[in-house]
């Protein structure tokens, strides 16, 4: 089963990474794939 990414809507296959974003006082999960993932880290290190 793949998933798609949340961010550049690529069919990720093997390895996908979740993680929360709060908005409005409400948490979701989103999915990213290892590419998206990485440059997410990088933005959370400012």
Known sequence: ???T????QCECDDK???VSF???G???EETL???CYQEW???MKG
């Not at 990414?5 to 550049?8: G, L, S, T």
């Open 1 to 3: 089963m793949s998933e």
């Open 5 to 8: 990414c949340f961010y550049c």
């Open 16 to 18: 996908v990474h979740y």
């Open 22 to 24: 709060h908005t409005n």
């Open 26 to 28: 409400e948490e979701r």
């Open 33 to 35: 794939c290892p590419e």
């Open 41 to 43: 880290l990088q933005g």
